[in-house]
């Protein structure tokens, strides 16, 4: 396999697999990673393939190192990606949010299973979506992406290094066990088939330039190390100029920076697909491995004359609030299966505001929520709500 | 304003290109030990014939990890304890940058201990530069992994019950390619270790004595920083490429300076693309052989 960056073909392997070969298709060539069930393949693979494509592949001590190692990495001008699972993602918060706030590309593939702590190391779970959203402390903006088949695994790796070079931020890939483990056909496009978005560099001098100050699209241009720029980078609250701030103003301007480059450009992150929803009476939100069971029940009651419909989120994080809040004005019901005791359909509670019916279809991880679950919960809101 | 005072901006200091003067002044108290080890990591990258553009300088959270927001260089203040791995990323995305890794004891050996042990196992090709002030300065004076036995500081406020580390023995034992330890009044020796540092392939490490008048001298009644700096100068021996291990810190008259280890070994780096190019036997070298082993088993 040596050499080949893009692996042209139809494949039959695992998620996991399927998330390396999407991130060495982007141009991924610097991993760091510390093993930990399910996700481990995803560094075994990259160990085997990044040395015959010009990369480096290193273990690191721990997920603290991991997740600071991919940040150097991503300055020293490479694409760069670590995988973990739940605990090995508790202990990369502090660092992503160092990402965050130096507007660092770079991304991380979480293979969800279930917890809290060591929980179930082999099983499925989906109990950290908050978790993506808000575990590193402060204020942010974050994108998360959640792929549902081993397919979505290698093409959302892809789009995940896309976002994270585009916006210049940590991008999240939240799968789950099943997803990584699942062996199915994969897809691997000609090489010149990927698209592929690189950050932009800037125009300007070392004497003008400012590596914090944003371009049209909110997104400032990233020097790379070595390039004569001399940089300061922090995570301290900082200036367009990259300099420590500590005064209020500073702290607005910056955190609304971040904020802004996501808000503002949710027409090119959002990302959902919506079926079977135009007439429906009920609509199942799901993502993931769930979102798998959801289109199964759908599909099935849609063939029973039953009026259901499915919004599968792509990206999880930004959540597409106008759209769940004009959904939510439309259906009777808006039912929300998670391998979680309730996470996102808490998203859903809050733009609903009531105007229908938001049911949760929980499981506290271990298995997957089958589709007859899921079917019978739509039947029970069409009753309830007719 | 004195004319000696009003001629001051105009001044060129000789670091200058090596600072950035607009940030100037800096935050660390009169009397800091941490603007001298800077001094001379200053001119030891002058010295160095290593193009400006290769060094990136890292650093972790500290008083001593502000320096990274002083050089006029590449530089990145990261989080607690991480700047090492922090550079281990840099280095392998472009290796033939220059890392520099300057923090404080505390980042360096308490929160960021693993790195440092790990790094130094690898032999990630970087210059780490400890400023010990036996105390962790930024947040007031607690205790660190290098406070000596017995000393007072904010959370030992009767003394230290911990043993210290040793950290120049610590990277030698972990495969540290060079090591040295010199304190803040050796500023010479200190210059020429940092720039040996700076020339050696591997993971090169030099520790700087240095004070902290303000967080760690008061505590323990040394309010004076060229109080704590005569103590540690006068109660050193320099003692060149001892066994690391009796680089003693002793306030008894035997606080060990010196450059300990010079050696060479293979980087990470170097390990990596020799195996990958398949230039390195499989292990065991010798061989096993299967059905001696399968006896012992049974017996
Ligand atoms: C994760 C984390 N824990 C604690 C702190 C608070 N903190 C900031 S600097 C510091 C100690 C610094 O001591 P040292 O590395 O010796 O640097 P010095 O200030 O003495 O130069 C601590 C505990 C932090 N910033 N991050
Ligand atoms: S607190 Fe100590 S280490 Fe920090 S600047 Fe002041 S003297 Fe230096
Ligand atoms: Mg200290």
């Not at chain 1, 955190?255 to 007439?279: P, W």
């Not at chain 1, 808006?334 to 359909?345: A, C, F, R, S, W």
């Not at chain 2, 935050?27 to 060094?55: H, N, Q, V, Y």
């Amino acid at each position: 396999m040596a050499g080949q960056a893009v692996l042209t073909g139809t494949h039959f392997i695992n998620g996991d697999e399927a998330c390396a070969e999407g991130a060495l298709a982007a141009g991924c060539r610097f991993f760091a990673g510390y093993p930990i069930t399910p996700a481990t393949e995803v560094a075994e693979r990259m160990s085997q393939r990044l040395p015959g494509v010009g990369g480096v592949f290193i273990q690191m001590e721990d997920e603290i190192a991991s997740m600071a190692a991919i940040l150097g990495g991503s300055w020293g001008g490479v694409k760069s990606m670590t995988s973990t699972s739940g605990p090995g993602f508790s202990l990369m918060m502090e660092n992503i949010g160092l990402g965050l706030c130096t507007e660092t590309p770079c991304v991380i593939c979480n293979v969800q299973r279930a917890g809290p702590s060591t929980g179930l190391p082999t099983l499925v779970g989906q109990g950290d979506m908050m978790q993506a959203r808000w575990g590193s402390h402060g204020v942010y903006e974050i994108i998360a992406i959640a792929p549902s088949s081993p397919q979505e695994m290698f093409d959302f790796t892809i789009k995940a290094f896309n976002l994270s070079e585009q916006f210049r931020l940590p991008v999240l890939i939240m799968a789950d066990e099943v997803v990584g483990h699942m062996n199915e056909r994969v897809v691997i496009p000609e090489a010149d088939q990927v698209q592929l978005v690189e950050r932009s560099k800037p125009s300007e001098g070392p004497d003008t330039y400012l590596p914090f100050q944003p371009g049209p699209d909110g997104v400032a241009p990233m020097a790379t190390s070595g390039e004569g720029y001399y940089m300061h980078i922090t995570g301290l609250t900082h200036d367009e100029k990259g300099y420590p701030v500590m005064e209020v103003w500073a702290q607005e301007e910056m955190t609304q920076r971040l904020v802004d480059k996501i808000q503002g450009n949710l027409d090119q992150i959002l990302d959902f697909e919506a079926i079977h929803l135009e007439d429906a009476e009920v609509a199942v939100m799901a993502y993931g491995i769930s979102a798998r069971s959801a289109r199964g029940a759908v599909l099935a009651l849609r063939q029973a004359g039953f009026k259901v419909g499915l919004l599968k989120l792509n990206v999880v994080w930004p959540f597409p609030e106008d759209y769940v809040r004009e959904l939510s004005r439309r259906v009777k019901a808006i039912v929300v299966p998670e391998i979680n005791l309730g996470q996102m359909v808490l998203e859903v509670e809050r733009l609903a505001q009531g105007r229908c019916q938001v049911k949760l279809v929980p499981h506290p991880g271990g298995g997957i929520i089958t589709p007859a679950r899921i079917m019978e919960a739509v039947k029970a809101s069409l009753e309830e709500t007719s | 304003m004195s004319a000696q005072q009003a001629t001051l901006p105009q001044a060129e200091h000789p670091q200058d290109a090596l600072l950035r003067t607009e940030r100037i002044p800096h935050i660390w108290c009169a009397g800091c030990g941490i603007g001298i080890a800077f001094g001379s990591l200053m001119s030891a990258i002058t010295k160095s014939e290593i193009p400006r553009d290769d060094f990136a300088v890292v650093s972790g959270i500290g008083c001593t990890g502000r320096l990274a927001g002083y050089i006029h260089l590449d530089s990145f203040h990261t989080t607690h304890g991480r700047a090492i791995a922090f550079a281990t990323g840099l280095k392998l995305a472009r290796p033939q940058g220059k890392v520099i890794v300057a923090s404080g004891d505390g980042d360096l050996l308490a929160i960021g201990g693993n790195h440092f042990i790990h790094a130094a196992r690898r032999n990630m090709d970087m210059t780490v530069i400890c400023v010990n002030n036996f105390n962790y300065g930024m947040t007031g004076g607690q205790l660190a992994p290098s406070t000596p036995y017995g000393a007072k500081t904010t959370t030992t406020p009767q003394g230290s019950p911990d043993e210290p580390f040793n950290f120049c023995s610590l990277a030698a034992s972990c495969g540290a390619t060079y090591v040295a330890r010199w304190t803040a009044l050796h500023i010479r020796r200190l210059t020429t270790a940092i720039a040996e540092a700076l020339n050696k392939k591997g993971f090169s490490f030099v520790e700087v004595i240095a004070p902290c008048p303000t967080a760690f001298g008061r505590r323990n009644k040394i309010r004076r920083s060229l109080d704590l700096l005569k103590l540690y100068y006068d109660n050193s021996v320099v003692k060149n490429h001892i066994a690391p291990g009796e680089a003693t810190i002793d306030f008894d008259n035997n606080l060990v300076v010196g450059k300990f280890v010079d050696v060479e070994r293979p980087t990470f780096l170097d390990h990596y693309a020799a195996i990958n190019r398949g230039e390195v036997e499989a292990w065991p070298a010798t061989g096993v052989d299967a059905s001696a082993a399968g006896k012992r088993k049974a017996g």
